[in-house]
Antibody
């Protein structure tokens, strides 16, 4: 079955760079049409889409955050990594990774999420 | 401020039919398909509807989606207590280099 798990620091300081890893199983990111997205949700607030990487290494970023985000994949390890630079307290949120199918749209399998707090 | 506009709340009694709207623009809903997600308290979102009106396997047919112009709607018929959740719409936005955008979410209360 398809599973995804996010990992990374629970606490980062302002101005630091956040690195999150999504480790997945049950599908391959080398399969045509597959993709992995990152979405976040500040406490008590709405979902915010961050980035997506496709099987062919095409990458897409949130318009408002693109200068701070980098997404990459390691197909051999079944991992997708998201880095976000210059972290700020407003970036405190639960960060989710999710599988998507590029043609159909929509994230059909989600990780449980990881809460990242930005504080000095 | 979310790019897609949803009502912050909606409510209904068991058995009723409720609809949740999602308003966008020509660069997102007007030219791309819409997805809907359900988020139960304390859990990750779940894909409810994709490509405007398609249900993933396992989603009851009580849930349906539609789109017209720059707006979309999610309808839930035969409302059940377990439907109490937050609901989000999402669409690809063609502006600038393109990105997915979400609505602000609608909290559905089953009275």
């Amino acid at each position: 079955q398809v599973t995804l798990r996010e990992s990374g620091p629970a606490l980062v300081k302002p101005t630091q760079t956040l690195t999150l890893t999504c480790t997945f199983s049950g599908f391959s990111l080398s399969t045509s049409g597959m993709c992995v997205s990152w979405i976040r949700q500040p406490p008590g607030k709405a979902l915010e889409w961050l980035a997506r990487i496709d099987w062919d290494d095409d990458k897409y970023y949130s318009t408002s955050l693109k200068t701070r985000l980098t997404i990459s994949k390691d197909t051999s390890k079944n991992q997708v990594v998201l880095t976000m630079t210059n972290m700020d307290p407003v970036d405190t949120a639960t960060y989710y990774c999710a599988r998507c199918i590029a043609a159909a749209g929509g994230e059909d399998y989600w990780g449980q999420g990881t809460l990242v707090t930005v504080s000095s | 401020q979310s790019v897609l506009t949803q009502p912050p709340s909606a409510s209904g009694t068991p058995g009723q039919r409720v609809t949740i709207s999602c308003s966008g623009s020509s660069s997102n809903i007007g030219s791309n398909t819409v997805n809907w997600y359900q988020q139960l308290p304390g859990t990750a979102p779940k894909l409810l509807i994709y490509s405007n009106n398609q249900r993933p396997s396992g989603v009851p047919d009580r849930f349906s989606g539609s789109k017209s112009g720059t707006s979309a709607s999610l309808a839930i018929s035969g409302l059940q207590s377990e439907d109490e959740a937050d609901y989000y719409c999402a669409a690809w936005d063609d502006s600038l280099n393109g990105s997915w955008v979400f609505g602000g979410g609608t909290k559905l209360t089953v009275l």
